[in-house]
């Protein structure tokens, strides 16, 4: 199967079935979007939703958070994967947007990136989201699911690559909702370990599937060996 007509499949069914898909962090504006998507590198986003509403609380606005030390931040973050690092982050994070962008959040992948732990995908997700531009962050889903489906090369080993490969076949307007289309079935579908591919209505075309899934079915069990039967029956 040609790749235009992977995509083609894609795009079909998550935009007839998943019309309207969102993030599943839980926020109110920018500013607690990029709390929330900082946060949330290499940790949950049911985790990350039960630490913010504190967190906000006492700190709602960048200038709260600039003012604050790690040492502040930290027992609010202390449940989150690497709470000392992003407790660093944080009040990183809170002192540049107050002092180079007025307490907003930049719109521009280029300004995100120089806020302390924002790098590539954090900004993405941030443009797309927010500012729904056609930015796709490639997290360890995005990664594994797009592979999965062929629909990045294999030679495509580095997020950026996916990244490239997945913009050059999505329309503009749809690469924020596929973001989220490839995330979300691999959080609930196309899982790491054990992916429920019984339940995956996209198995009629996914190239993991066809390659090791369908193969892993039709290979007959391997019969014990002989002596190793005969050890058996002699017990």
Request: hydrophobic share 50%; charged share 20%.
């Given at each position: 199967m040609r790749k235009a007509e992977r995509f083609r499949l894609f795009i079909d069914y998550f935009t007839t079935n998943f019309p309207e898909p969102e993030t599943e962090l839980t926020y109110a504006n920018p500013y607690?979007?990029?709390?929330?998507?900082?946060?949330?590198?290499?940790?949950?986003?049911?985790?990350?939703n039960l630490v913010t509403p504190a967190l906000l609380q006492q700190y709602p606005t960048p200038a709260h958070l600039a003012a604050?030390?790690?040492?502040?931040?930290?027992p609010f973050i202390r449940?989150?994967?690497?709470p000392n690092n992003k407790a660093k982050h944080l009040v990183g994070l809170g002192r540049l947007l107050v002092q180079d962008f007025g307490g907003e959040v930049p719109s521009t992948i280029e300004e995100l990136q120089r806020l302390p732990g924002v790098g590539r995908k954090t900004a993405n997700v941030v443009v797309s989201v927010i500012y729904n531009q056609p930015a796709m962050?490639?997290?360890?889903?995005?990664?594994?699911v797009s592979h999965r489906l062929g629909l990045v090369l294999k030679t495509a080993t580095t997020p950026l690559a996916v990244e490239k490969g997945l913009v050059a076949h999505?329309?503009?307007e749809l690469i924020p909702k596929a973001h989220?289309?490839?995330?979300?079935h691999g959080r609930y579908i196309c899982l790491a370990r054990q992916p429920k591919c019984a339940q995956c209505p996209l198995t009629g075309w996914c190239k993991y599937y066809a390659d090791v899934v369908s193969k892993e079915m039709t290979t007959p069990a391997k019969k014990p060996s002989t002596a190793r039967t005969a050890a058996k029956s002699k017990a």
């Open positions: 607690e979007l990029i709390v929330a998507v900082v946060l949330s590198a290499q940790c949950t986003d049911k985790r990350v604050a030390s790690a040492e502040d931040i930290f449940s989150i994967s690497y962050a490639v997290d360890t889903h995005v990664f594994r999505i329309p503009e989220h289309w490839l995330i979300l």
